[in-house]
């Protein structure tokens, strides 16, 4: 029989040689792909975090502007609060401009004859008057006019002085109120045929 030698050294070694070629390419390969899912890491948070700071900017942009709409609204609501003032003042005016009419109609439907108002001041809704009578019962019925009168409350004579020509010079004060103006109104129309 014949022997065969077989050396398998040079085999072993172009396996190890094999073998430690793919292991170092899989250890490179294994490199770049960690690189690579790394730098794809940080790119992916970069991305995330600017737009979490594009939304930070807008959220501060779209604060800053409720900011201004808020300012906006109180300056709108102080005009409003200002403007109804005006609209009271105004009511206020419109309804005293017939209120007037009504307080001298109402003097002059009350005026007793020999009685004559010299002056008339009003402060709110008192009225204060200073006249001329020819007696002391001419004042007395001139009062009672007065409280008669759907527009006036109770006077208060204050004070009765004799004055000159034998007249009585007195001063008194009556609180006017306003019944409903469209009643009185129809008393006039009544009265006036």
Not at 99 to 123: I, K, P
């Amino acid at each position: 029989m014949t022997t065969i030698e077989i050396n398998l050294l040079p085999w072993r070694e172009e396996v190890r040689a094999r073998r430690s070629k793919r292991f170092a390419t899989a250890i490179v390969l294994s490199a770049l792909v960690g690189l690579g899912v790394g730098y794809g890491m940080t790119w992916y948070l970069d991305q995330r975090l600017d737009d979490q700071q594009q939304r930070q900017q807008l959220i501060k942009a779209r604060t800053a502007e409720l900011d201004r709409d808020i300012r906006a609204v109180s300056q709108y609501e102080e005009q409003i609060a200002s403007l109804n003032r005006q609209i009271e003042v105004f009511e206020t005016l419109q309804v005293g401009r017939p209120q007037t009419v009504h307080v001298f109609n109402a003097l002059v439907d009350s005026l007793e004859e020999g009685v004559y108002y010299s002056s008339l001041s009003r402060q709110g809704d008192q009225l204060r008057l200073t006249g001329l009578a020819e007696d002391n019962r001419r004042v007395s019925d001139q009062l009672r006019q007065l409280e008669a009168s759907p527009v006036f409350d109770v006077p208060v004579l204050s004070e009765v002085e004799a004055a000159e020509n034998e007249m009585r010079r007195f001063n008194l004060s009556v609180n006017q109120h306003m019944p409903d103006t469209e009643a009185v109104e129809g008393e006039a129309g009544r009265e006036a045929p």
